[in-house]
């Protein structure tokens, strides 16, 4: 099972539907996009531009919610990444979003270099980002 815990939760498809109509709106709405602004700034600020998969920090490293995690000064040795209610609750999104997020950087894709996780976490991010968010 993945640190997102998809492979368990969804069991047919009305609830695949459900769950994507979920992680669009937390990335459409007003913190969704927010969120992914600060991630994005939070990452293109790191001196390596690094993601660790599996944990929000690790060795000094960390995935790219960490990263915003970082920035804000939040103890995330403290918090369980798969805890994703507590995940959501520590930054401020809905849970679908942080397991979204949670999934494109652990599993999503292309590259599992770290190196490479950070390139398609931010390709993805830049992505999602609505028009007005990307000119920001």
Not at 30 to 58: C, I, N, S
Not at 68 to 95: C, H, L, W
Not at 97 to 104: F, G, S
Not at 117 to 131: G, Y
Request: negative net charge; contains cysteine.
């Amino acid at each position: 099972m993945s640190r997102a815990g998809y492979c368990d939760e969804i069991e047919d498809q009305w609830q695949l539907i459900c769950w994507r109509g979920a992680v669009a709106s937390g990335i459409r709405g007003k913190r969704g996009q927010a969120f992914l602004r600060e991630m994005l700034t939070a990452m293109d600020a790191m001196p390596e531009k690094k993601l660790v998969a599996h944990e929000l920090e690790m060795d000094g490293q960390v995935c790219a919610i960490g990263s915003v995690g970082r920035v804000r000064g939040v103890d995330m040795s403290q918090i369980d990444p798969e805890n994703y209610g507590k995940v959501a609750d520590t930054f401020g999104i809905s849970e679908a979003l942080a397991r979204e997020i949670v999934y494109e950087n652990d599993e999503g894709g292309w590259g599992n270099t770290p190196e490479e996780r950070f390139q398609r976490m931010r390709a993805w991010i830049v992505s999602n980002l609505r028009d007005e968010a990307k000119k920001s």
